[in-house]
């Protein structure tokens, strides 16, 4: 069984950073894609970055230049930096990570429990 857990939400004034953390734990092989994915209110999930096992990273355009997604292989952990937070960008955020697991040695995607981040103005 595998389990993430994400830290580090909460609320920001309008141009501020926070750093969210999501740390897997449990039966894991190995870690392929990490990922964040935020919901803001009334709207559908959304793909905020990823990054892979080798550190390639993408980002969605509306947070290029102010996120930077990272991980830390020995620690099963990904990493949210936010800089230059705006109010748009409120919403709950989830890790989701793609884990092949002892067992099977198959792929499984996972997600967090969703960290709220709140921006105001």
């Known amino acids: 069984q595998v389990q993430l857990v994400e830290s580090g939400g909460g609320l920001v004034q309008a141009g501020g950073s926070l750093r969210l953390s999501c740390a897997a734990s449990g039966s894991i092989f190995s870690i392929n894609v990490m990922g964040w994915y935020r919901q803001a209110p009334g709207k559908q999930r959304e793909w905020v970055a990823q990054i892979t096992s080798g550190g390639s990273t993408n980002y969605a355009d509306s947070v290029k230049g102010r996120f930077t997604i990272s991980r830390d292989n020995a620690k099963n952990t990904v990493y949210l930096q936010m800089n230059s937070l705006k109010p748009e960008d409120t919403a709950v955020y989830y890790c989701?990570?793609?884990?092949?697991?002892?067992?099977?040695?198959?792929?499984?995607?996972?997600w967090g429990q969703g960290t709220q981040v709140t921006v105001s103005t």
């Open positions: 989701q990570m793609t884990i092949v697991v002892v067992i099977t040695r198959a792929p499984y995607n996972y």
